[in-house]
């Protein structure tokens, strides 16, 4: 529930639609850009002496920072205003993005339904609740009523056991930082709870519905210093309904492990609560229980006992039956196994394996209990296959999925016979889906009416061979029988880390990119999850350079197979992708036409000092040893730009309110490959407000993703508007 609200005004619209065919003058082929401050800082790292000129920018208070910010702003918006398709391209992807959206519904063992949904161009989703799953949904939080302009942001939300409160985190532009707030369901009326300094955390109602479980941190300083403001010493706590945050229980801390996560969940039933930490590791955790007793009057005092401490893989409760905890790990199975433990002998070498690890290509993307039975997730080389096993490891039903995609948000209960879940893929806006477990039949819950014929266009999955000789999975969109001409404009995403997999997902952009007669493709780097850990750890750490590596020689592919050329072609990437965007153009920056960075990880040598960039360094090795800063400082985005280098057209965005991905990384960055560009091409700074690393506002995200697409197109080579959806850049 974290899109967005507030109908695009009938002015605004009318505005876009008479500018949308405009052709204003083009934008200039040689920019004078605002030269920033320089200073004589140097830092020094095991003898080596390395310059930075800009770290003042790190103070976002300093005033002569925001007013070099906003001087880069109006230069953006300049040259943007005068890029002839771009006011085709909002006025397109306003029309395209305006369709009804909803989610997965949560659903209780009452019947009650709490889901999220979008009328199309609200700022944010409304979160709506049924009474059963027959009732008329009605309005529970329509945040765009809290903040018209977006500001606020709600973050998610949990209903109580029972359906009488709605637990909910509210944050100021998206910020990391929330406040937890709880509501009457049935009155509407707020409660007087307010829980301040969460960051981090989910929330975890005990079965009584008096109270749930959450994480915090110490107030940080105030201002604008919360931004960057390093965080450590996450805590669970329980919170009383009723009762001041003061007097809020503490219930498991770390002292010893200062940079832990550490976050919580109550079995379906209220009998069990399950802790989970995470320490100096990305993808495994440490696992704890505790038996809070009676549901109707739990122990929140309960002893917290320790059940896999070794933080040697991943522990992912799925549910339990009795004294049978079922869960998902990778210990001795990096793709993923599902096994059954007991809670008074969780030794591994007891477990009875439930559903073993699949074949090579095949990852366990999640797990959860329906009826009595098990749903796994599973992807296969970043596409989906949901099965349904019993939990004696038979295979009960394989669903039949609509075509090449992603399931995601899987809905279940252990009591309940109906599970849902969503599907989407580039050319299939996200449907929601309803699975009846006892027979097996699935039937459409909620379909989309998106304003677009896919009809023409197809999905490839291809694989290529990187520098090492690593073969790695590409999907590429396109035009059915498109030439292969190497005249396309093209654009090639990709992420690479943190075990993420970049599965097919529907963008209204995506129609939009395609209808101008572009080809989209997104590579399977590693660094993600699509092969599991080992695919994983090829690309962290001292390995990283190979998801540089793998980035570039898909671009080589799409290059060499005909798709586009050098000029044709342009990257995106955001924040880990916005480091792989930085460093392919430091890296190679003739092999690119455009390029997009946004709210990148660009000063690998000091981003482990604010907000909570410490929690990366077991992914990226932090510049404070000395092997790490050997790995670092050779593709660091920001020490490796040099001047009298030719680097391709690059817009760089990033947000004031961004405390994950603090803005200095792009201010730097900007800062110093504006002055060392040893050509004409734009390099360009766009920086909002009231927005933040993972949130934007609908009509905000409108605007800079037509920006964004705009400034790419102009410098690919599309100069108009198609006249008939078929339109090929010149």
């Known amino acids: 529930m974290k899109l967005s609200t507030n109908l695009l005004s009938a002015a605004v619209l009318a505005v876009i639609t008479a500018t949308a065919f405009a052709q204003p003058s083009a934008p200039p082929s040689g920019i004078e ?25 790190e103070n976002l208070t300093n005033p002569q920072l925001k007013t070099w910010v906003e001087t880069e702003n109006k230069l953006t918006d300049d040259y943007l205003a005068k890029i002839p398709v771009r006011g085709w391209i909002q006025h397109r992807l306003t029309e395209l993005w305006n369709y009804a959206k909803e989610g997965t519904p949560d659903q209780l063992k009452n019947g009650m339904l709490f889901f999220g949904r979008n009328s199309g161009l609200q700022n944010q989703n409304v979160v709506y609740v049924q009474d059963s799953p027959n009732a008329k949904p009605r309005v529970l939080i329509d945040p765009n009523e809290l903040s018209p302009d977006g500001s606020i942001q709600l973050k998610f939300g949990v209903p109580s056991p029972d359906g009488k409160y709605y637990a909910y985190a509210l944050s100021k532009g998206g910020s990391d930082w929330e406040t937890i707030h709880v509501m009457d369901v049935a009155t509407g009326k707020q409660l007087p709870d307010t829980v301040d300094w969460v960051k981090f955390s989910g929330i975890a109602w005990t079965n009584d519905n008096k109270g749930f479980f959450y994480s915090r941190y110490p107030q940080p300083p105030g201002g604008e210093a919360a931004i960057s403001h390093a965080v450590v010493d996450q805590k669970l706590y329980y919170h009383a309904l009723g009762a001041p945050q003061a007097d809020d229980k503490l219930v498991y801390a ?25 320490n100096d590791t990305i993808s495994k955790n440490e696992l704890y229980y505790a038996r809070l007793g009676n549901p109707d009057k739990p122990d929140i005092t309960a002893k917290i006992e320790p059940l896999y401490t070794k933080n040697d893989a991943a522990y992912t409760p799925i549910g339990h039956v009795g004294d049978t905890l079922y869960l998902t790990t990778t210990l001795d199975a990096p793709r993923g196994k599902i096994v059954a433990a007991k809670f008074d002998d969780p030794d591994p070498a007891h477990w009875r394996t439930v559903v073993p690890q699949q074949g090579p290509g095949d990852v366990l993307a999640g797990a959860s209990m329906a009826d009595g039975d098990i749903v796994a997730n599973y992807q296969v080389v970043a596409k989906s296959r949901l099965e349904l096993f019993n939990t004696n490891g038979k295979l009960l039903h394989t669903l039949d999925l609509p075509t090449l995609g992603t399931v995601g948000g899987v809905s279940s209960r252990n009591d309940s016979k109906t599970a849902y879940y969503a599907f989407t893929s580039y050319l299939y806006p996200t449907t929601i889906y309803k699975f009846n477990v006892a027979d097996g039949k699935t039937s459409t819950y909620f379909k ?23 073969r790695v999975p590409m999907f590429i969109v396109a035009k059915k029988g498109i030439k292969l001409d190497g005249s396309h404009p093209t654009v090639l995403y990709a992420y690479g880390g943190f075990d993420i997999s970049i599965t097919p997902y529907f963008s209204p952009m995506l129609p939009v990119w395609l209808q101008l007669g572009g080809v989209y493709a997104v590579a399977n780097l590693r660094g993600g999850g699509e092969y599991g850990e080992a695919w994983h750890h090829a690309g962290m750490l001292g390995k990283k350079q190979n998801v540089f590596d793998d980035f570039a020689w898909a671009a080589k592919y799409l290059i060499k197979q005909g798709y586009t050329s050098s000029k044709h072609l342009g990257i995106q990437g955001y924040s880990n992708g916005g480091l792989l965007t930085g460093a392919s153009i430091t890296q190679h920056p003739d092999l690119f036409g455009a390029a997009f960075i946004g709210h990148g990880v660009l000063d690998m040598l000091r981003y482990q000092k604010f907000s909570g960039g410490a929690f990366w360094v077991p992914e990226y090795g932090s510049s404070d040893n000395k092997q790490a800063f050997e790995w670092l400082i050779k593709y660091s985005p920001l020490q490796n730009i040099h001047t009298g280098t030719c680097y391709p057209p690059t817009l760089i965005t990033t947000s004031w309110d961004d405390d994950r991905v603090v803005p200095s990384h792009e201010f730097k960055f900007a800062a110093k490959i504006q002055q060392a560009q040893g050509c004409t091409n734009p390099i360009l700074l766009q ?44």
Do not use: C
Request: cysteine-free; aromatic content about 14%; glycine content about 8%.
């Open 33 to 57: 850009y605002p030269v920033a401050h320089k200073d004589n800082t140097i830092d020094t790292y095991f003898g080596t002496k390395v310059q930075a000129p800009y770290q003042w920018m």
């Open 254 to 278: 770390r002292a010893d492990l200062p940079h832990a996560g550490i976050g919580a969940g109550v079995s379906e039933d209220g009998r069990y609560l399950l802790v989970f930490l995470q």
């Open 448 to 470: 989309p009416n998106v304003k677009f014929d896919p009809t023409a266009y197809e999905t490839k999955r291809v694989f290529y061979t990187s520098k090492d000789g690593t």
């Open 687 to 730: 920086t909002f407000g009231s927005t933040s690393h993972t949130y934007m506002p609908t009509d905000k995200q409108i605007r800079q993703t037509s920006d964004v697409w705009a400034f790419e197109a102009y410098n690919l080579g599309i100069r108009e508007p198609p006249a008939d959806g078929n339109f090929a850049g010149k």
